[in-house]
C-alpha cells in the first residue's frame, strides 16, 4: 500500500514567492497533519484535519501560513510570501481516526529553503 | 500542558553494545499514549511503538524493547546488540486523551552506531 506521499521532496526559492506543499493521505485515513522540523524548534504540529475539516490551527506562525483540505485524499499548505526564517522540514502524516492514541503515519517530508 | 523531555541529545556506541534511549513525559491525563518513531539519515519519520496509559506490560519486539514505567513517568527504548543501522534520531512523543490525535515530541535523540 502507498504511503503518505509528499510533493515536492525539495524546494528551493526566493524570499517573497508563493510556496505550495502538496500531500496525498494514505487511503482510508480521515485525519491529517502538517508539521515542521527546524533545528531550532523541532517537530511542532502547525495544523490538523478531521474528516477534511480543520481542527486545530494554533500551531500556525502566522497568516502567511493557510492550509486546506478540499477532499480526503489531498491537502496543501501554503506560504505566501515565503521568508528565510519559512526554511525549515515540512511532514504531512495521516492517521486512521483523529482519536487519542490513533497512529500517525508520516510522508518523507518537503525540504523547504528560502533564499 | 503536556511535555516530553529526552534529556539525552546524542549517544554514541559500537556495534553489538545495548543502548537504552530515555523518556520522560508529564500529563495530567489519566488516559494517554506515548509512541517512538525512528528517523534515519534519509529523513522520514517511521513509526516504532505505541503504548496506552492503562498497558505497563513491558514490549520486546526483536532486538529493540520498551520500559514503560508510570511511578516515574518514563518510557525508555533500549537496543540490544545495536547495528549500523539503528543509527537515526529516536523521537519520544505523547498524545493527551483530552487532545485527540495531537502529538508531543521530545527533542529527540541522536543514535549514532559504529563498526
Known amino acids: 500500500d502507498a504511503g503518505v506521499i509528499q510533493s515536492p521532496r525539495h524546494e528551493v526559492t526566493e524570499m517573497g514567492q508563493e510556496v505550495t506543499l502538496r500531500c496525498k493521505p494514505i487511503?482510508?485515513?480521515?485525519?491529517l497533519f502538517w508539521y515542521r522540523q527546524t533545528m531550532m524548534r523541532g517537530l511542532e504540529l502547525l495544523i490538523y484535519?478531521?474528516?477534511?475539516?480543520?481542527?486545530?490551527d494554533s500551531g500556525m506562525p502566522e497568516d502567511r501560513f493557510s492550509a486546506k483540505m478540499p477532499n480526503a485524499s489531498f491537502s496543501t499548505l501554503k506560504i505566501q510570501p515565503s521568508e528565510p526564517r519559512d526554511s525549515a522540514v515540512y511532514f504531512c502524516a495521516s492517521s486512521f481516526s483523529g482519536l487519542a492514541g490513533a497512529i500517525q503515519y508520516f510522508g518523507a517530508g518537503t525540504r523547504l529553503s528560502v533564499l | 500542558a503536556q511535555k516530553v523531555t529526552q534529556a539525552q541529545t546524542e549517544i554514541s556506541v559500537v556495534e553489538k553494545e545495548d543502548v537504552t534511549l530515555d523518556c520522560v513525559y508529564e500529563t495530567r491525563d489519566t488516559t494517554y499514549y506515548l509512541f517512538w518513531y525512528k528517523q534515519p539519515p534519509s529523513g522520514e519519520l517511521v513509526f516504532l511503538i505505541r503504548?496506552?496509559?492503562?498497558?505497563?506490560q513491558n514490549e520486546i519486539s526483536g532486538r529493540y524493547s520498551w520500559n514503560f514505567q508510570k511511578s516515574t513517568s518514563s518510557f525508555n527504548f533500549t537496543i540490544t546488540a545495536s547495528q549500523v543501522v539503528d543509527s537515526a534520531v529516536y523521537f519520544c512523543a505523547l498524545s493527551e486523551d483530552g487532545t485527540a490525535s495531537k502529538l508531543t515530541f521530545g527533542t529527540g535523540t541522536r543514535l549514532q552506531v559504529t563498526l
Open positions: 503504548r496506552n496509559s492503562f498497558d505497563e
Open positions: 487511503s482510508g485515513h480521515n485525519s
Open positions: 484535519f478531521n474528516n477534511n475539516v480543520p481542527i486545530d
